[in-house]
């Protein structure tokens, strides 16, 4: 009877030592962090990845954990059974924390429940239980999201920028108006102003306006209400470089053509012609006449009313013109203009004018004179004017597609 006793006691207390772990550590009920009840999805460029977050329980050494979300539509069809980590993977934050998570992609739209199962295996004695959540319910609902078409990504823009979209649904559909509202929001890193239509239209645009230039990075999202949620797509983006009117092709044109008129003009020769007139009475009369300045010098010749008067002779005989760097002295007598050449022979007759003979007896240089700054004649003034001109025709060219860049408001 003794032997009975002691063989019964000992079998009792190998069994509680080996449930002992179990009792130990007494199972919680799992709970479902992520998706809160009634929560939507918005399936928009792509299926929306869900994140599935259970806070379960720790394992240890000798008791170890087992969560699989299982995910069911509301007509009781199972879509996926779906394990959950405590490993630091798997988008798990810490390990060992006693949260499972895990990403699921869903592959179809509708509403859903999730239930999570959590298996408490015991390492030594086999020994496993389990227990169930509470359902959760959460859906996925098909919603339009932004396609940006314009600008091209890092695209030069204005400071005043319009960026065009689409609305799309499903697989690049163009998106109708229904009866969800929706609405626009876009934003911008580094920050800017941004300004979109209230209600958008299945092509819209929207207008940015950058405060610096720089580099910047334009958002769009879509947001529409369902169920009195709002709920988001994925947000587009376009990198876009901001760039400031051209102002240096001007500057090169201004400098070039200041430097162009502060360099010395060119200088050109002043030639003195010396004429004579020799009379009936055997007389010679000196006729002189050369430009001092720029202007042209024209000198009369013959009776009372000419520059030059010539005794005994009573009308006017001839016209000299002398202009400045030119050696050759421009002659007009009986309505005939002649040149004469810069090489006179004074023993020969030039011209006749009235009778009288007109001896060319000298062209000599008396001096230079200075064109003035405004006169382009030298070739670096020529280099530096050219360059000034193809600076200013490419900085208009230039600035003329900036203007392009900015919206029509």
């Given at each position: 009877?003794y032997a009975?006793?002691?063989i019964?006691?000992?079998?009792v ?11 130990a ?6 709970k479902?962090?992520s ?29 170890q ?21 405590d490993d ?13 998570t895990?990403?699921?992609?869903l592959r ?9 199962r959590?298996?408490?295996?015991d390492?030594?004695?086999?020994v ?9 319910v959460f859906?996925?609902?098909q919603v339009?999201?932004?396609?940006i078409t314009s ?10 920028a319009?960026?065009?979209?689409m ?5 690049q ?7 969800d509202?929706?609405r626009?929001?876009?934003?911008v ?8 239509p ?19 990075r334009?958002f ?21 470089n901001v ?27 002043l030639?003195?012609h010396m ?5 009936e009475?055997g007389r010679?009369?000196?006729v ?8 042209d ?10 520059d ?15 202009k400045a760097?030119?050696?050759l002295?421009?002659?007009?007598v ?42 382009f ?6 280099v530096?004017?050219l ?8 900085g ?8 392009q ?5």
């Amino acid at each position: 009877m003794y032997a009975r006793r002691f063989i019964g006691t000992s079998l009792v207390a190998i069994w509680l030592w080996s449930i002992s772990p179990l009792c130990a550590q007494s199972l919680p009920v799992p709970k479902v962090i992520s998706p809160q009840d009634q929560q939507v999805y918005a399936w928009g460029r792509a299926e929306p990845a869900v994140r599935i977050e259970v806070r379960a329980a720790p394992s240890s050494p000798t008791v170890q954990h087992f969560v699989t979300a299982n995910i069911f539509t509301t007509a009781g069809r199972l879509v996926e059974r779906v394990s959950l980590h405590d490993d630091g993977s798997h988008a798990d934050v810490a390990a060992g924390d006693g949260v499972f998570t895990n990403i699921y992609t869903l592959r179809e739209k509708g509403e859903f429940q999730i239930r999570v199962r959590l298996q408490q295996t015991d390492a030594v004695s086999g020994v496993s239980r389990e227990k169930w959540s509470e359902p959760v319910v959460f859906s996925v609902e098909q919603v339009p999201y932004v396609d940006i078409t314009s600008p091209d990504p890092h695209a030069k823009v204005a400071s005043v920028a319009k960026v065009s979209a689409m609305l799309l649904v499903g697989s690049q559909q163009l998106y109708r108006p229904a009866d969800d509202e929706v609405r626009i929001r876009c934003w911008v890193q580094p920050e800017a102003r941004a300004m979109v239509p209230e209600q958008p239209s299945d092509r819209f645009s929207a207008r940015i306006e950058f405060p610096r230039p720089g580099k910047y990075r334009v958002f769009m999202v879509a947001q529409t209400l369902r169920n009195g949620q709002w709920i988001h797509s994925e947000a587009d983006s376009v990198w876009v470089n901001v760039v400031r009117p051209p102002l240096l092709p001007f500057g090169i044109a201004l400098f070039s053509f200041l430097v162009a008129l502060v360099l010395p003009a060119k200088q050109i020769w002043l030639y003195r012609h010396m004429l004579e007139i020799q009379t009936e009475d055997g007389r010679t009369h000196p006729v002189e006449v050369f430009p001092k300045k720029l202007k042209d010098v024209v000198t009369s010749v013959g009776g009372d009313d000419c520059d030059k008067h010539i005794p005994g002779v009573a009308n006017k005989l001839f016209t000299l013109t002398a202009k400045a760097g030119e050696k050759l002295l421009h002659v007009q007598v009986e309505g005939e203009d002649k040149s004469l050449e810069a090489h006179p022979h004074p023993s020969a007759v030039a011209f006749s004018a009235g009778g009288l003979p007109v001896y060319y007896r000298e062209c000599k240089p008396v001096g230079k004179i200075s064109l003035p700054k405004w006169s382009f004649t030298t070739a670096p003034k020529r280099v530096l004017l050219l360059l000034a001109i193809v600076a200013l025709l490419y900085g208009v060219w230039t600035y003329w597609q900036f203007v392009q860049m900015i919206p029509s408001s």
